[in-house]
Antibody
């Protein structure tokens, strides 16, 4: 079992920045893709971003491209999501997830518990 | 970008079979993965590669995928199966590859 733990959520004003962290057990990221998925209150899941454990293969949802940046620190077994220019519609629970599979398809066997981000004035 | 369509809700009586569809253009050519989410909890993977069950998922849960529809089937439905179910694919040809369906609420009446 791989336990992922998010942190860094909170209440921020529109236009602000916030960085989420996702910590995993030692060496739990190597060889996998790392993803962020979000869920607005009472709504469905939305994929946000992905990166390969080695730092390559970074892709973003259209709704966040140019504002959010995914990164990782393998020495700390930690995944990050830097969120700039936050908008009210970014309000959601943000989950990190480890992606299994291969380049043609990934699925999420392990998820964090989620971090709530609220964008409000 | 690729779109997955799910009905908002499906209702079934205990002991019956629930079929939850997930529609997408030529979805049969893709691998479909399914998640169960209970209120206040993170999603849980229940099927991957169309019909493979992770360890701990009961055999009552199965899947199929052909043409333009993938289906999650839950046999002998129990009250504990009441949850939201999401389908997911990876559109590797897209710059925005991660795709989820809108989710289906399974009500056990």
């Amino acid at each position: 079992q791989v336990q992922l733990v998010e942190s860094g959520g909170g209440v921020v004003q529109p236009g602000s920045s916030l960085r989420l962290s996702c910590a995993g057990p030692e060496s739990s990221f190597s060889g996998y893709t790392l993803h962020w998925v979000r869920q607005p209150p009472g709504k469905g899941l939305e994929w946000v971003a992905v990166m390969s454990y080695d730092g390559g293969g970074r892709y973003y949802a259209e709704s966040v491209e140019g504002r959010f940046t995914i990164s990782s620190d393998l020495s700390r077994d930690t995944l990050y999501l830097q969120m700039n220019g936050l908008r009210r519609e970014d309000t959601a629970i943000y989950f990190c997830a480890r992606g299994s599979g291969h380049s043609a398809t990934y699925f999420y066997e392990y998820w964090g518990q989620g971090a709530l981000v609220t964008v409000s004035s | 970008s690729y779109v997955l369509t799910q009905p908002p809700s499906v209702s079934v009586a205990p002991g019956q079979t629930a079929n939850i569809p997930c529609g997408g253009a030529n979805i049969g050519s893709k691998s479909v993965h399914w998640y169960q989410q209970r209120p206040g909890q993170a999603p849980v993977l229940v099927l991957y590669y169309d019909n493979h069950r992770p360890s701990g998922i009961p055999e009552r849960i199965s899947g199929s995928n052909s043409g333009n529809t993938a289906t999650l089937t839950i046999s002998r439905v129990e009250v504990g199966d009441e949850a939201e179910y999401f389908c997911q694919v990876w559109d590797s040809t897209s710059l925005h590859p991660g795709v989820f369906g809108g989710g289906t609420r399974l009500a056990v009446l």
